[in-house]
C-alpha cells in the first residue's frame, strides 16, 4: 500500500493484484481470474470494472466462446505495471542497500523455508476445510450409539 501510495497511483493493492496477474498471465475470463486471485467472481467483477474503466484493462471477445470475454491488460495498464514494479524494486534496493552478500543469501534461505512451510500449512488447512464442507454433517439427535 505504501508503494501505491508513494507512486501516486490510485489502484488499490487488491487490484493490484488483479491488474499484475492479467499481466503475468495474459488474458483470461474473470472466472479463471477470481480462481487465481483466490477471491470470490463478484469482488473481482468489480475490480475489474474499475480497471477497465480507467483503461488499465480491456474486454476481448473469447475465441473460443462468443458469448464470453477475457479480460487484457492494455498499453497503459503494461505501463502502471512497470511504473508500480520500478518502484518495488527501488524500495527493496533501499531497504536491503547495508546488507552485505552473506546476510541476503541467509534470508534468502529462510525466506524460502518459510515460504515452503507457509504453502504446506494453507494448503493442509484448506484440504481440511473443503473435507468438512463436503461431508455432511449429522446433528446429535439423529446420530445413533453403537448398537447393544
Known amino acids: 500500500a505504501r508503494l501505491l501510495a508513494a507512486a501516486g ?3 488499490d493493492s487488491a487490484t493490484q493484484l488483479v491488474l499484475y496477474t492479467v499481466g503475468a498471465e ?4 474473470a472466472s479463471a481470474l477470481a480462481a487465481s486471485v483466490h477471491a470470490d467472481l463478484s469482488t473481482v467483477s468489480r475490480q475489474a470494472a474499475a ?3 480507467r483503461g488499465l484493462l480491456q ?4 475465441q473460443h466462446d462468443g458469448r464470453a470475454s477475457l479480460l487484457a491488460v492494455t498499453a497503459a495498464g503494461r505501463v502502471a505495471i512497470d511504473r ?3 518502484g ?6 533501499a531497504v536491503l542497500s547495508g546488507w552485505t552478500s552473506a546476510e541476503m543469501s541467509q534470508f ?5 523455508r518459510f515460504t515452503v512451510a507457509y504453502e504446506h500449512t494453507h494448503t493442509q488447512l484448506m484440504n481440511e476445510r473443503e473435507r468438512r464442507q463436503a461431508t455432511p454433517s449429522h446433528s446429535p439427535s439423529t ?3 453403537p448398537a447393544a
Not at 495474459?26 to 475470463?29: L, N, Q, Y
Not at 474486454?59 to 473469447?62: E, G, T, V
Not at 534468502?108 to 524460502?112: D, G, S, V
Open 84 to 86: 508500480h514494479e520500478q
Open 51 to 53: 480497471l477497465v474503466s
Open 88 to 93: 518495488r524494486q527501488a524500495f527493496f534496493e
Open 26 to 29: 495474459g488474458p483470461m475470463r
Open 143 to 145: 446420530e445413533e450409539g
Open 9 to 11: 497511483d490510485d489502484v
Open 108 to 112: 534468502a534461505r529462510q525466506l524460502e
Open 59 to 62: 474486454r476481448q471477445a473469447d
